[in-house]
């Protein structure tokens, strides 16, 4: 469903119209000539008519959004935006919306361009920046911020802002850092030590998570009942994750050419796929319809490796929920080579069609600022500010503001390829086979390099 909303305040200037007065005369040196007294009576000037007043018509920028139709999520745009126009009441935001799936933004962006439809910025999301930058639609922000000294791009950190080829398209307004979100009353009740109290003691390392999984999970039978964790090393973002705790990465430290073909990083990848076929402790791609889903809401998960997008979540489901229960949140595990999380970035972005970019950048700084942090923090932004200087914004008692601290000091930005979505659509594919037993890791992993290859140098790096 697409559909499209405005949120204006409109104020039509009226310019000043000349007014010309007949039937006087200043004299010279300021003294007014006055007419002799024997002089006929003067016929009464008629005033001549007014100038309607010029209409202004408001600045219109037009913004392709996307809404998960949630109410807290339409309120919170809705008030945001609000507050621009009040206080800009000469500018007008026209939404052209886009619901689920959030990729179809992508979709939609790509053919309005091609049928020669402009729009001035749009709602960018990581997963889909490759689209954009593949179809050349989106512009720098170089220009805009080499003229406006209201913006330092050195209080940013380095993983909120996207780059293409060393130029600035992007300025994160929400950032989410993937970590352990886990059932705390499982881990009470049970008498288990939960993954906080294990990286407190500076034991949280792939073999406590493993362990941790395994007594987390339940079975009747042959049928899972409860699982232990959801990894989803199937995605990307999350197998970084791993690869990073081997000392790993997708990437040389260049970005020159793709690293994935190595032996860390084949044991990383064994060892988050080994919680599927082996300690069968993570709910497989094919799961049989007789086990649980892995639903963590409803008590049949009891870690998940999510972002803080989930709090709103857990906080109507789970908190204000029927049968609520605690939840906690920490780190990620580390491992031989360390840990680390990436940055996942959603940033607007500035159409290359836009008819009006300053006023485009104009409102996308207000999005960006501090001001506006809290409201995102009702969509699970906040926790992660992309600028050093703004204060972290949290809402909810379950929430540890040292342990958002503590994950953004092991976060590193992600690193990804204009052709992104190639390596993505393969990497997932080859999951599904290594799950299947189709091909073995070394395999899977040797096929990612060369597609990874083939993508950097067909289209270059987001960097």
Not at 169 to 193: P, Q, V
Not at 257 to 276: C, G, K, M, N, R
Not at 367 to 388: C, H, K, T, Y
């Amino acid at each position: 469903m697409k559909s499209t909303r405005t949120f204006s305040r409109r104020l039509i200037l009226a310019g000043m119209a000349s007014v010309s007065f007949g039937g006087a005369a200043l004299a010279a040196c300021g003294q007014v000539a006055t007419a002799p007294a024997d002089a006929p009576a003067a016929e009464e000037a008629q005033p001549e008519p007014t100038a309607a007043p010029e209409v202004m018509e408001p600045t219109v920028i037009k913004y392709m959004h996307f809404t998960t139709q949630q109410e807290v999520w339409d309120n919170t745009y809705g008030a945001v935006i609000d507050r621009y126009v009040e206080r800009n009441p000469d500018v007008q935001v026209e939404l052209d919306i886009v619901t689920w799936p959030l990729t179809d933004v992508a979709v939609k962006a790509v053919a309005a361009s091609a049928a020669g439809i402009s729009y001035d910025m749009y709602y960018g999301w990581f997963g889909y920046i490759s689209q954009f930058a593949t179809a050349d639609i989106i512009q720098p922000l170089d220009p805009f911020i080499a003229k406006d000294a209201d913006v330092d791009l050195s209080e940013y950190y380095e993983g909120a802002l996207e780059r293409i080829g060393g130029n600035l398209y992007g300025i994160a307004w929400f950032l989410g850092a993937r970590s352990i979100w886990y059932n705390d009353d499982i881990m009470t009740n049970e008498g288990l030590t939960s993954p906080a109290d294990l990286d407190a003691a500076g034991n949280l390392n792939w073999d406590t998570l493993t362990d941790l999984a395994t007594k987390l999970t339940t079975r009747e039978g042959a049928n899972v009942t409860r699982w232990g964790l959801s990894f989803n090393g199937n995605a990307y973002s999350s197998i970084v994750i791993a690869l990073k705790s081997w000392g790993a990465d997708w990437w040389d430290e260049d970005f020159t050419a793709p690293a994935i073909d190595s032996p860390a990083a084949a044991e990383a990848v064994q060892t988050v796929l080994d919680h599927v076929i082996k300690h069968q402790v993570h709910p497989p791609l094919n799961r049989k319809e007789t086990d649980a889903a892995p639903n963590f809401t409803e008590q049949k998960l009891g870690m998940v490796l999510t972002g803080p997008w989930f709090t709103r979540t857990i906080n109507q489901e789970i908190v204000e929920g029927q049968t609520p229960f605690n939840v906690d949140l920490a780190n990620v595990p580390e491992g031989p080579g360390g840990r680390g999380t990436p940055l996942l970035i959603n940033a607007f972005w500035i159409a290359r069609s836009s008819p009006q970019p300053d006023a485009t950048w104009d409102f996308y700084k207000y999005l960006i600022s501090e001001e506006v942090q809290p409201d995102w923090a009702n969509l699970g932004g906040g926790r992660f500010p992309p600028n050093r200087t703004y204060t972290p914004a949290v809402q909810y008692p379950f929430e540890n503001v040292d342990t958002y601290k503590a994950i953004a000091d092991v976060s590193v930005p992600l690193r990804q390829a204009v052709k992104q979505a190639d390596i993505d659509g393969a990497w997932g594919a080859l999951w599904g086979q290594m799950e299947a037993g189709e091909i073995t890791v070394a395999e899977a992993v040797a096929e990612a390099q060369q597609v990874s290859a083939i993508a950097l140098q067909e289209g270059g790096c987001i960097c």
